[in-house]
T-cell receptor, first 112, second 119 residues
Framework: DVKVTQSSRYLVKRTGEKVFLECVQD?????MFWYRQDPGLGLRLIYF???????EKGDIPEGYSVSREKKERFSLILESASTNQTSMYLC???????????FGSGTRLTVV | AQKITQTQPGMFVQEKEAVTLDCTYD???????LFWYKQPSSGEMIFLIY??????QNATEGRYSLNFQKARKSANLVISASQLGDSAMYFC????????????????FGRGTSLIVHP
């Protein structure tokens, strides 16, 4: 089975801190995705990457950046965390035609 | 306009009864796919079921079935014989268009329905 691993389940950071959320997949997938999930808003795409060093903005990229230096790792970066970035962050790997995404278990980030 | 609409923010069902979670979609692409995911309180997104636009029969996976009505653009999830462990958020999603290099699509998700199963 494909595994997508997010390094932290829970994070608490202070306003203004630089925050790194890490995601690693073990199946050599080219495509990886970062979503943000908020109550009543569903999943919103922040950034995606279709290959190493290649990235594209999703629907809500403001305040975020990403890094894909190796195929297996896709990092989401909050350059200067703000309280409105308190949310659940989900990483996913390769949305196939019939099988859908494989998701990580999510990181609940609280910015205080 | 939303591409995926889930009109029920919350649903309640008695254990062992069936429940239908609604999903309508909007696309002009003749080739598309519809998905349902379950998200328990632990946060993990679990893939449940898939329906392709050209599939003639409704998809079924164990207690889950997808009531696909193409003309009405609806893809409702039916859970038969509800169990307490079915309490979770449920998301409908759609993929359409052409895939990225690497084979992925970029799906659109609905806002979710919270299902609570009562004993």
């Amino acid at each position: 089975d494909v595994k997508v691993t997010q390094s932290s389940r829970y994070l608490v950071k202070r306003t203004g801190e630089k925050v790194f959320l890490e995601c690693v997949q073990d199946m050599d997938h080219e495509n990886m995705f970062w979503y943000r999930q908020d109550p009543g808003l569903g999943l919103r795409l922040i950034y995606f990457s279709y290959d190493v060093k290649m990235k594209e903005k999703g629907d809500i990229p403001e305040g975020y950046s990403v890094s894909r230096e190796k195929k297996e790792r896709f990092s989401l970066i909050l350059e200067s965390a703000s309280t409105n970035q308190t949310s659940m962050y989900l990483c996913a790997s390769r949305f196939q035609g019939e099988g859908g995404y494989t998701f990580g278990s999510g990181t609940r980030l609280t910015v205080v | 306009a939303q591409k995926i609409t889930q009109t029920q923010p919350g649903m309640f069902v008695q254990e062992k009864e069936a429940v239908t979670l609604d999903c309508t979609y909007d696309t002009s692409d003749p080739s598309y796919g519809l998905f349902w995911y379950k998200q328990p309180s632990s946060g993990e997104m679990i893939f449940l079921i898939y329906q392709g636009s050209y599939d003639q029969q409704n998809a079924t996976e164990g207690r889950y079935s997808l009531n696909f009505q193409k003309a009405r653009k609806s893809a409702n999830l039916v859970i038969s014989a509800s169990q307490l462990g079915d309490s979770a958020m449920y998301f409908c999603a759609m993929r359409e268009g052409v895939p990225l290099s690497g084979g992925s699509y970029i799906p659109t998700f609905g806002r979710g329905t919270s299902l609570i199963v009562h004993p």
